[in-house]
């Protein structure tokens, strides 16, 4: 499938699902992501490489893999519309207390931990809410790919 073919793709599911943002192909080779929810500049991003990549490891379809990967985006979108701010100032608050221990020729393990504990957590409430977005016949295909990419 080509890129184009995958972002008009992921824009009919976005239409599906009464969700609007713009969407973007990045052809970035090093990225972990299938697709990236860019709170920042509030567009969902999409690595086809990676995408492909994944596609050939599962065995599963490209049209199936791309409506796991938009509806787990759709997760992100759904959650950091409602919590993003609690988690910015989260990350904030850690954050200062590394570089504040960098300062001072110390690491901050527990911030550090903070940090991806925050992450796994947000992980989680995507993969949970984009459940609900997948097509019924993918709900199976949707939960392998989580336990394939994830280890939460
Ligand atoms: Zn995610």
């Not at 796991?68 to 608050?93: F, K, P, R």
């Not at 991806?116 to 939960?143: F, M, T």
């Amino acid at each position: 499938m080509f890129p184009n073919e995958i972002l008009s793709l992921v824009k009919d599911i976005l239409k599906k699902s009464n969700i609007e943002k713009t969407v973007v192909i990045d052809y970035s080779k090093t990225s972990d992501h299938l697709m990236h929810y860019d709170s920042k500049n509030d567009q969902i991003n999409i690595f086809p490489t990676k995408i492909h990549e994944l596609v050939d490891h599962i065995g599963i379809s490209i049209e199936a893999m791309v409506e796991i990967s938009t509806c787990h985006e759709i997760g992100h979108v759904i959650d950091i519309c409602s919590n993003g701010h609690t988690y910015e100032l989260q990350l904030q608050a850690y954050k200062e207390k590394i570089e504040e221990a960098h300062r001072n020729e110390q690491y901050e393990w527990e911030s550090l931990k903070n940090i991806q504990e925050l992450n796994d957590h947000c992980e989680r409430i995507a993969w949970g809410i984009g459940k609900e977005y997948v097509s019924p016949d993918r709900v199976d295909d949707y939960e392998l790919v989580r336990r394939v990419i994830t280890s939460i």
